[in-house]
Nanobody, 120 residues
Framework: VQLQASGGGLVQAGGSLRLSCAASGSIFSISDMRWYRQTPGRQRELVATISNGYITNYADSVKGRFTISRDNAKNTVYLQMNSLKPEDTAVYYC???????????????WGQGTQVTVSS
């Protein structure tokens, strides 16, 4: 099983980006999916969570600007980021508590990260 994140890049303040994280493999189901971000010297920060039942939660710093969604048929989670600010600059990681596959269950699974840079 792999989590492949994509969609990062360089954008001006006020712009938008859409991140994707696709799980590949013989997957039966994926539990809660999350986006985290990390900047050098700082702890990884939870940005947004979406449950298997599409319940969402956001960090206060991104509420009203970011939207997390998922497509269970594609085993993919998205993060639409609007009104980006320089302080949103970070490496963004996707994560899930559990992936149930034909080969068993895998826990606390992480994608490889995608860089988002917002210029002022």
């Amino acid at each position: 099983v792999q989590l492949q994140a994509s969609g990062g890049g360089l954008v001006q303040a006020g712009g938008s980006l859409r991140l994707s994280c696709a799980a590949s493999g013989s997957i039966f189901s994926i539990s809660d999916m999350r986006w985290y971000r990390q900047t050098p010297g700082r702890q990884r920060e939870l940005v947004a969570t979406i449950s298997n039942g599409y319940i969402t939660n956001y960090a206060d710093s991104v509420k009203g600007r970011f939207t997390i969604s998922r497509d269970n048929a594609k085993n993919t989670v998205y993060l639409q980021m609007n009104s980006l600010k320089p302080e949103d600059t970070a490496v963004y990681y996707c994560n899930t508590d559990r992936v149930l596959t034909s080969g068993g269950a895998f826990y606390d699974y992480w994608g490889q990260g995608t860089q988002v840079t917002v210029s002022s």
